[in-house]
Nanobody, 113 residues
Framework: VQLQASGGGLVQPGGSLRLSCAASGSIFGFNVMSWHRQAPGKQRELVAAIYSGDSTHYTDSVKGRFTISRDGAKNMMYLQMNSLKPEDTAVYYC????????WGKGTLVTVSS
């Protein structure tokens, strides 16, 4: 399984971005797809997760602003990010857990005026 994240960029505070993660390979059974981020000088943290039954989990700091979704038929995952803040600046990584952990290369999100 390989993951490819895209959609990062520079956005002003209050703006929006949509990240995408494409998974190649066959994914069967219980699995969890998630977005993580790592800001400069900080540890990587979980941002949002979506389970194979489509239930979701968000870290408190993004609740009400970010929405995670997936398209199982296309093996795609998305993160809609609204009302972005400077503290959302980080490299965002997508992850797939399906017995093993798979990571994609990150995509940089910069929130700055």
């Amino acid at each position: 399984v390989q993951l490819q994240a895209s959609g990062g960029g520079l956005v002003q505070p209050g703006g929006s971005l949509r990240l995408s993660c494409a998974a190649s390979g066959s994914i069967f059974g219980f699995n969890v797809m998630s977005w993580h981020r790592q800001a400069p000088g900080k540890q990587r943290e979980l941002v949002a997760a979506i389970y194979s039954g489509d239930s979701t989990h968000y870290t408190d700091s993004v609740k009400g602003r970010f929405t995670i979704s997936r398209d199982g038929a296309k093996n795609m995952m998305y993160l809609q990010m609204n009302s972005l803040k400077p503290e959302d600046t980080a490299v965002y990584y997508c992850n797939l857990y399906v017995g093993n952990d798979y990571w994609g290369k990150g995509t940089l999100v910069t929130v700055s005026s």
